[in-house]
């Protein structure tokens, strides 16, 4: 069938517009539509080229779709190598060679191009006639890999020249990578598959360019920075390496922004330390900074010595990643309670420090990389971040490790740790004993909205604590006021007004009380609810975590936080030595009253309610005297099950427990109980 012109001009000036932006968007990162609108481009040109096979072409944009399979990469031969760069680790070595080029030229000052050294793959592209035909990875220099078919589909890589003049023959060379927050992204999609991981964003571009599989490649955000050229056939180049880079730009390929021409040895160490203070800041990772002659007939006249081009170097950044041997993992416990491993190390100098410490994050990250003593593990330290223990080097590790298992106790108070469901974070239990933690517990008992001891700043609690004054909240009402009038800038008449304010905090209320006791997520409003439900702290303290999540606005994580507290014999001596101490409240009814109609039974909502939410109707029935758990056990009462009820309505039909609707739902808030429960089903 043959192509009706209009279709065939249609799809030219499709291929056309969309090579147009993608210059835009990927080389001058100035895009003039949405991507809805390039999407319709796209999505026009693909429905023609389906009805018309004729109209592909090999430049179209369609046809970065990976192709199937390959076995095995082919060899390719570069015409002219590709280089490797001689190594500057000091301003010193940077002045030598600065010192060696304007000596060999005999000029007083060199022109450079400086740019970021990208830490990707470098990569030669050739195009004939601006259509690109051949992609091959470094390799030794002189042999590379052909993978052709996987650069194709990196988006910023043209597949075809823009512009007029181009040469009959050129090659580009350059650095595929792969940007920091696409880095970021790969790594958690391949943790939900349950996948292996990349090391870092270098190891994720090699393994994504060199798939077999290039279907694979386009899944994978590389992108490309050119830097250079080798083999040019056809047309002449400019004489200066900027301006070859700028005719690059303009013929669609993607340059380095960050490069800049600096004249002498000083700009090109400002250079350096410019990109070093904003290398973490960059989209991209970079390892130091590469300088090259401007001038070609310079970069020709220096030469070459062994694999490396004289009038190049690459100015290193210290490594941000070194090998270093596991002597130990401590536990340190943080000021809220939260346990961080801690591996100690044999000293590296990484990053431009000496490190002997790095964090391992939580007790997953450990499990997840199996880090155990005596490993040989890799340290990563960028910029200001803690170094970090990025993974393990199997190879190298001894016989007879053992995986790490983490404390269940806390290293510094013996407290029960303790790992609330979906939370990452372990934490310490004994938050009122806890050395670890007595700063912030006493300031937060302290605060205005739990005991209200006015006068109780930060500074002063840090220097109680510091001088060994007070160990826990209770030993605040053993406070003297010659103690306190002792302290740094503390006069007789602020030591005055604290005593009494210590002696007014004693009467207050059992809500304040519980707040001031710092329970993880037992806030305000759950503090006040579990005072006027249960109404005194003997009946809370009895509560199990079902019983506790029959309370409005408790759930699981909620009621472990709170039985686990008060589990604790450390917490429960403060507590008790608060009452000794003289603080106190009146004990309140608790609000649920024996008469109402639904007082002693539980229930269970599970699936969708059409009429209400679960949490209206938890209100509802709470109000009616009712418990509402978030499980079902042989004591539920009666299980709600809306539209998609899973687990729990197949445990309560399991276990005999009578099931509702949400129409008995409904009677049932109404009031209409039909001679009473005992009668329904």
Same mark, same amino acid.
């Given at each position: 069938?043959?192509? #009706? ?5 249609? %799809? ?22 949405? @991507? ?14 389906? !009805? ?62 400086? *740019?970021? $050294? ?33 650069? !194709? ?19 580009? !060379? ?13 790594? $958690? ?24 599989? =290039? !279907? ?21 180049? #400019? @004489? ?44 991209? *990772? ?59 190390? *044999? #000293? ?62 806390? =290293? ?87 005593? &009494? ?67 604790? %014999?450390?917490?429960? @001596? ?26 002693? $039974? ?13 949490? *209206? %109707? ?14 079902? &056990? ?9 539209? @998609? ?37």
């Amino acid at each position: 069938m043959s192509v #009706p012109q209009k279709e065939s001009r249609r %799809a030219r000036e499709l291929r056309e517009q969309i090579q147009e932006h993608n210059y835009l968007y990927y080389v001058l990162d100035a895009p003039d539509i949405p @991507d809805v609108e390039y999407d319709r481009l796209l999505r026009e040109l693909e429905t023609l080229e389906a !009805r018309y096979p004729e109209l592909i072409t090999p430049d179209s944009p369609t046809q970065r779709v990976g192709a199937e399979p390959v076995k095995a990469f082919g060899q390719v031969i570069h015409e002219i190598p590709m280089l490797s760069l001689g190594n500057a680790f000091s301003d010193q070595e940077m002045s030598d060679f600065d010192k060696r080029i304007r000596e060999s030229l005999e000029i007083d000052a060199v022109e450079y191009m400086a *740019e970021p $050294k990208l830490d990707g793959l470098a990569i030669s592209l050739i195009y004939e006639k601006g259509l690109l035909t051949q992609g091959a990875t470094r390799g030794d220099g002189v042999t590379g890999e052909n993978v052709t078919r996987n650069v !194709r589909t990196i988006p910023s890589v043209p597949l075809r020249l823009r512009g007029k003049n181009i040469p009959g023959l050129l090659e580009v !060379r350059g650095e595929v990578f792969m940007p920091k927050k696409g880095f970021t992204e790969l790594n $958690k999609a391949q943790a939900a598959r349950d996948e292996k991981q990349f090391a870092n964003p270098r190891n994720a571009a090699a393994g994504s360019l060199r798939q077999l599989d =290039p !279907r694979i490649t386009r899944t994978r955000p590389l992108t490309m920075f050119c830097y250079g050229i080798g083999k040019v056939e056809g047309k002449s180049m #400019p @004489d200066r390496h900027n301006d070859i880079m700028q005719l690059l730009r303009d013929w669609g390929l993607r340059i380095n922004p960050d490069a800049k021409i600096v004249n002498g040895l000083n700009k090109c160490l400002d250079y350096y330390k410019k990109m070093a203070q904003r290398r973490e800041k960059l989209a991209y *990772e970079i390892d130091g900074v590469v300088y090259k002659v401007n001038q070609i007939e310079q970069q020709q006249k220096l030469g070459f010595v062994s694999r490396a081009p004289r009038w190049a170097i690459a100015y290193k950044f210290p490594a941000q990643e070194e090998m270093t041997r596991l002597l130990a993992i401590d536990v340190q416990v943080g000021r809220t309670g939260a346990l961080t491993p801690v591996a100690r190390l *044999e #000293p590296v100098f990484v990053g431009g420090v000496t490190v002997t410490n790095a964090t391992l994050h939580n007790e997953d990250e450990i499990r997840r990389k199996d880090v155990r003593v005596g490993d040989t593990v890799i340290v990563r330290r960028a910029g200001d971040v803690i170094p970090e223990v990025v993974s393990v080097v199997k190879t190298r590790r001894p016989k007879k490790t053992k995986p790490y298992r983490f404390p269940e106790k806390c =290293p510094e108070c013996g407290s029960e740790i303790i790992r609330l469901e979906g939370q990452a974070i372990a934490r310490c239990s004994g938050g009122l004993y806890c050395p670890a933690q007595r700063k912030e517990a006493i300031k937060h008992f302290a605060s205005r909205r739990a005991m209200d001891i006015d006068g109780l700043g930060d500074k002063l609690i840090d220097q109680m604590v510091e001088q060994g004054l007070i160990k826990d909240v209770a030993d605040l009402y053993t406070l003297s006021q010659e103690k306190l009038a002792g302290l740094d800038r503390m006069a007789e008449k602020s030591a005055v007004n604290i005593m &009494s304010a210590l002696d007014k905090s004693k009467q207050t209320t059992l809500a304040r009380f519980l707040y001031a006791l710092g329970i993880r997520e037992v806030g305000e409003t759950t503090a006040r609810t579990l005072a006027e439900q249960a109404g005194s702290l003997e009946a809370i303290t009895k509560l199990d975590e079902e019983q506790l999540q029959a309370l409005p606005d408790v759930g699981p994580i909620v009621a472990r936080s709170i039985t686990t507290f008060f589990h604790q %014999a450390h917490n429960r @001596d403060v507590i008790k030595k608060l009452q000794k101490a003289g603080i106190h409240w009146p004990d309140i009814e608790p609000q649920t009253a024996n008469d109402k109609p639904l007082t002693g $039974k539980t229930f269970v909502l599970t699936g969708t309610l059409a009429s209400m939410t679960r949490d *209206e %109707a938890k209100n509802k029935l709470q109000a009616l005297g009712a418990r509402v758990s978030s499980s079902v &056990s042989k004591k539920t009462s009666y299980v709600v099950a809306g539209a @998609d009820s899973g687990s729990k309505l197949t445990k309560a039909q399991a276990l005999g427990v009578p099931v509702l609707d949400e129409a008995m739902l409904a009677r049932v808030i109404e009031g209409d109980l039909s001679g009473g429960l005992g009668d329904w089903p």
